[in-house]
Each structure stands twice: as C-alpha cells, then as structure tokens.
C-alpha cells in the first residue's frame, strides 16, 4: 500500500461546484489560513466593566496629549466614550436647556409619568435629560429617560419605580429640560410619500427650508427675526452662522408661536446670552419619522451612521444626514458640541492628513446636497466661509448622485460616488484642493467598506471586491458568490472593514438577515491572496494601536471583544471547522481505492476531530468515517474506507482547543472496479 501527501493549497473556494473544486478547501468557520495552512483562529475575551448602548457604526481610538486613553463609539442611540477606563456619554444635544414649570403627571401604582412640554418637537425613542425636579407622586424624575410621544405637546417616559399616588402638574417651578439628538436606525427603509424623508434632510420641492435670520431677543422666550420664513410651530430649525449670540449656533429648536416674520424658541430664555450682532441662519431639520411633503415618495430611508476622526487630540463626529460635532478632550466628561459654523447636513467627514482641513462629505449649501463638498480653512475647524485670507471652500462633484465614501490614503484623499471614485489632492491656494476622476463604476457598498492598508486600498462593491494601487482593479475572489449571494442589499450600508494586520488580514462584516445587523465575515489575507469566511455578531472592528494592544470588535449589542486573545469565545468554546471540496486519489483511475490509515501532521493543543466522506460515484450516498480524535500524541488512525471520491473535514469544539493543520498523508492501494 502507498502512502500519498493530502497537499491541499491555501484558501476558500467556494464558487465552484463540488467536484470542480478538486483537493481545495471548500468552506469553513471561525478558520484562518497561515503559510497555505488551515488554522484555528485566535479567540476573544468580553470587556465586563461596560457596555455600549445602541448598535454600534463606527470606533475611534487614540490617546491624548497627557497620554489618557480614548476609545470613541458611536451607534444608532448615542455618542459614548470610554476615558481612561469610564464610560461616557457625550451624546450632543438637540436643543438647549428649557424650564418647564409643573410638567409632570402620575398614575397611582404606574412608572408611566406624562411630561407636558408645548412643542417638544421630539419622536419616539429620543433621549430626554431632566433637572431640578422636586418629588410628587411619591417619586423624582431626574436624569435620562427614552421617550414616547403621546402628541406634540405631551410624551410619556418610565421612571424607575412606581408612583404612589395619582397627580397632576408636579415637579416645581425649576424643572430643565434637555433633548439629546434623534435616535436614528441602523437599518434602512424605503420612504413612501407622507413620512418619508432622511434624518436631518430638508423638504424637497417648493418648499423652502432656510431662511435669513436678521434678529434674535434676549427675552424669555426668545424670539427670532426672519422675513417671510417658511416655519410652522412645531417645526425643528437648527440656527448657524449668527454673530454675537454664538450660544445658538449648531442647536436644534422648536418653533412655537410663529408670525409671518418672527417665530419662538420654544421653551428657551435667552435672557442671558451675548447680544445678537447680525447674520444667521435657520435650517428645518427632520427626526426619523417626521412628516414630510408627498413629493418625496420613493425616498431612501438611511441608517443612521457615524462618522468618527480625529482634530489634534479632540474627537470630529458626523452623524450620516446630521450635524458635525466635537468633543473637546481638555473637558472630557462634557457633552460633544456642534462644530461652529459646519454644514448642518453631511453624510460624513474627515480630517485631511497633512493639511489638517475638516472636510464634510454630502455637505448641505443651503440646502442639502449629497454630492457636494465642504471644507474648513487649515488649522480652524471653525471658519467655512471662504475668503482670499483662508483656505476653506468647496466642490461639487459632477459624477454620480450621492457620495457614499472617503479615505484617506497615501498623499491624496479617496471619495467614491454611486457611480465613480475622486482623488482629492491638497494643492494649495488659490484652489486649495484639486480633483481627479480616477474610476467609474466601482462604488463601494458603505461608507466604511472601504479600507486603506500602506496606500493600497481594498473595498466591497456591490458585487465585486477592488483594489486601488494606482488604478482601480477587480480583486478577484473564489468566494463571490458565497457573500454576494447571501448579504442583504437593504442592509448593505452596515457593511464594516478593519484591519488585522498581525495576520496581513482585511475584515469585512456584513448582515445576511432582514432588518438584523451583521452576523457573517469575509476575510482577504492581503500577503498570500488567500480568502476565508465564517458567521460573527460583530458591527465594527478596530485593529490594534499602540495602547490597545488586541484588536477588537463589538457586537451589536454593544459588548466590546478583545481579540486574538486565548482560544475560546470568552468563557465558553470557540467550534471551528474547515472542509474540503471533492477529490480522487492520485493514479485510482477507474478502480476504486481502499484507504486504511492517516498519519497526522499537525500541531494540536487540546485535540481536533477529522472526519472522511466517500463515495463511490457522483450520486452515491456519502459514506461518513469518523470523527476520529487526534491530539498531540497520535501518531496514526486506523479505519478502512473503499470509494472513488473524497472530501475531508477538520474541526474542533471543545475549551482551549487550538490547532494548526500541516500535510498529513493517507495509506491506500486499488480495490477493483466495484
């Protein structure tokens, strides 16, 4: 009897049908292929000192000037941070602190409590921030609460414990109120006439969403000067751009009151704000779920993303179809701020490298427009309007409909459309920056598809992978079809990519179920072109830096993962397998083969299990040997198959298992032709 290696080359192929395959690995799960060998991949361990609330879109880490560790999240809730091991949240507010007198209500026996606020201007699932409130009804409201609208003056939330008795117009006379902003979406959806519209998007068609502000009072309330604006109470308009009453600008208020040519903040006393001095501008924003005017049927609803970057030290927020935020690391337990004087609309941002522009992607003008861009001047992140003494401006591009994506890379930024990708090289004034058509049909399925690694960057179209190098290439995949086949297209805008680059891997996590978040990975080992894939509840993924020394992945219930840490999945087993396709011993021919044993090449802590499928002919039942159990000591397995084709797998399911397979050999010899 001879004995023959079982040589089989690095990487999935799963595109191919069983027996084209051949002696390839054909699937696997939670397996990653090192020098063209098939291992199990590193484990994980749970952060158990906090969690992130909401599904998590976008990760941030760095470390600031006095060496504090900063590790930013944001999801479709909120805006939280871990600082130096606490977490906070720096979730920005929609509107300024209001006083409410007597707001509150209870039911005996009941934790529902009803806030009355005239023109709340919030929705269902928005954050609310109380202060000040004395007892009634045997409880105090104080702090954060989620809340449900009842009407556009009324809204319920639930207090921790119940009331003790039934009241009305409880709480005193000093109750503030804040609204943190809308809760989003971490799906999308399709908007069909009334109601439909994008968060933070202004009403299209005739109707106009900005106005110039020419006054504002210091009074309670205050009263804003707007001829002939377009605003009914109710309305949310985020104000920009005034000078003098700079504590107004880059907050959302409620229009109460209004007249043809004035309207209220409701619920604000500008009493003692600076006085205003001239300019401003009011812009109607939308929560999710608002109303909008019927000609926007047919309106793609987007989930609500993040945008995450860097300004020194300081953390740049941008919330897709929202505002631009900072937060300001000299006071860490503070509340992110709108970035004064940004677009009121991006669809995301960054900070370009070397030249240190805030750059806003899908910036509104006016108005929103997803193929615009916005810049601040160099070094000030505060001035956008552009001038012979600075450097800010802006580009539309000509291409496409909507931009989807930004990357900053080697000596250039990266923008991809919907339909064609940019170059955006700094350049200096007058121009500031200048543009390149460097591809067309290659857009990217998300926002963060898109990776750079060393100035070489990797995406996830809509069905093909790519590569930039220079120029735009196919990057060819055995596994294709596999995610293609299997992601869905209504939530291919949580598709997430990170670098594992102890591995030399690239990760893409992508959902395949409706309306739930990503629970697949496909993974591109850039060094030896292998692929690999398997199932992970992870929404984003942050390779190691220098004071986070795993990388890590969080879930989409906000439990953050240490990564290539131990072997197991926390505290319980981590399963993995890999298996081949279909193929024939070499120089069986027509005969069929007798295979009696296997000698194991492979390095085992713990043990692994491998199990032989045979058959006889194409449409023959497969004839199962095993699992057979090897550990370190095997030195061989004996069993007796007899067959014409066969397909092996290797897995392991057991705590602290860990495993590298080598080339084993099989022993076989001809058994006849039947």
Not at 73 to 90: A, C, M, R, S
Not at 405 to 433: C, E, K, N, W, Y
Request: aromatic letters at 10%; glycine letters at 10%; a negative charge.
């Amino acid at each position: 009897m001879a004995l023959v290696k079982l040589d089989i080359p690095g990487g999935i192929v799963s595109d191919r049908s069983e027996y084209s395959t051949g002696p390839r690995w054909k699937t696997c799960e939670k397996v990653r292929f090192q020098q063209g060998q098939p291992e199990k991949i590193g484990g994980w361990v749970e952060e158990g000192s906090w969690s992130f609330t909401g599904q998590p879109s976008d990760v941030c880490a760095w470390q600031t000037v006095d060496g504090s560790s900063v590790l930013a999240v944001g999801t479709d809730t909120k805006l939280q941070l871990v600082y130096n091991d606490e977490l906070l949240d720096i979730t920005p507010l929609r509107t300024g602190a209001s006083s409410l007198n007597a707001p509150f209500a209870t039911a005996n026996e009941s934790a529902t409590v009803t806030v009355t606020h005239a023109g709340h201007g919030s929705s269902s699932g928005d954050y609310v921030v109380f202060a000040g409130a004395t007892a009634g009804g045997g409880i105090t409201v104080a702090g954060e609460y989620i809340l449900t609208v009842v009407n556009a003056n009324t809204y319920t939330i639930q207090h921790s414990s119940n009331a003790t008795s039934t009241t009305s117009s409880q709480g005193g006379s000093s109750v503030t109120v804040s609204y943190l902003i809308p809760t989003g979406s971490f799906t999308s959806s399709q908007g069909l006439g009334w109601g439909a519209g994008t968060w933070g998007s202004a009403r299209s068609g005739a109707i106009k969403v900005t106005d110039t502000i020419t006054g504002i009072t210091r009074a309670n309330p205050a009263v804003v000067t707007a001829g002939s604006h377009p605003f009914s109470d109710g309305d949310l308009v985020q104000i920009t751009a005034v000078a003098g009453m700079v504590q107004v600008n880059g907050v959302t208020f409620t229009v109460a009151n209004k007249t043809t040519n004035t309207f209220e903040l409701a619920g604000i006393n500008s009493s003692a704000y600076t006085t205003y001095g001239s300019a401003g501008t009011a812009t109607q924003q939308f929560g999710w779920n608002s109303a909008a005017n019927s000609d926007q049927s047919d309106v793609s609803l987007e989930p609500s993303l993040w945008s995450l970057s860097l300004w020194g030290e300081d953390l740049i927020a941008t919330q897709r179809n929202g505002g631009t935020y900072t937060w300001d690391a000299s006071t860490p337990t503070a509340r992110a701020t709108a970035v004064t004087n940004a677009p009121t609309i991006s669809k995301l941002s960054l900070v370009s490298s070397p030249s240190r522009h805030l750059i806003c992607f899908g910036a509104e003008a006016g108005t929103a427009d997803p193929l615009n861009i916005r810049w601040s001047d160099q070094e000030v992140n505060t001035t956008w309007a552009a001038a012979l003494s600075n450097t800010a401006g802006s580009q539309r591009l000509q291409q496409g409909t909507k931009i989807i994506a930004a990357v900053q890379t080697r000596d250039q930024i990266l923008i991809f459309t919907d339909d064609s990708l940019h170059s955006m090289q700094f350049i200096g004034p007058p121009f500031t920056f200048g543009f390149r058509i460097m591809g067309t049909n290659c857009a990217p399925v998300s926002q963060h598809s898109v990776v750079d690694q060393n100035g070489v960057v990797y995406w996830m179209g809509n069905n093909h992978f790519y590569v930039y190098d220079g120029t735009v290439k196919i990057l060819p995949s055995p596994v294709r079809d596999h995610v293609f086949n299997s992601i869905d297209s209504d939530l291919d805008l949580l598709t997430y990519s990170g670098l594992n680059r102890r591995f030399t891997e690239i990760w893409w996590v992508y959902a395949t179920v409706e309306n739930q978040p990503p629970d697949k990975y496909v993974i591109y080992n850039w060094k030896t072109t292998e692929w690999y894939f398997g199932s992970l509840d992870r929404s984003v993924w942050l390779d190691e830096i220098s004071w986070l020394t795993e990388p890590i992945g969080i879930s989409s219930s906000g439990k953050l993962y240490y990564h290539e840490t131990g072997n197991n999945d926390n505290v319980v087993p981590l399963p993995c397998s890999v298996e081949t396709g279909v193929f024939e011993i070499p120089n069986s021919g027509e005969d069929l083969f007798l295979v009696d044993k296997l000698i194991p090449d492979a390095s085992i802590t713990g043990s692994l299990q491998v199990t032989f499928f045979v058959r006889k002919y194409p449409s023959a039942p497969e004839v199962v040997k095993g699992p057979f159990t090897l550990t370190s000591s095997t030195e061989k397995t004996s069993f007796r198959v007899r067959g014409r084709q066969l397909r092996l797998k290797i897995s392991s399911s057991d705590l602290s298992d860990q495993w590298k397979w080598g080339t084993p050999r099989i022993r076989y010899r001809r058994s006849g032709k039947r």
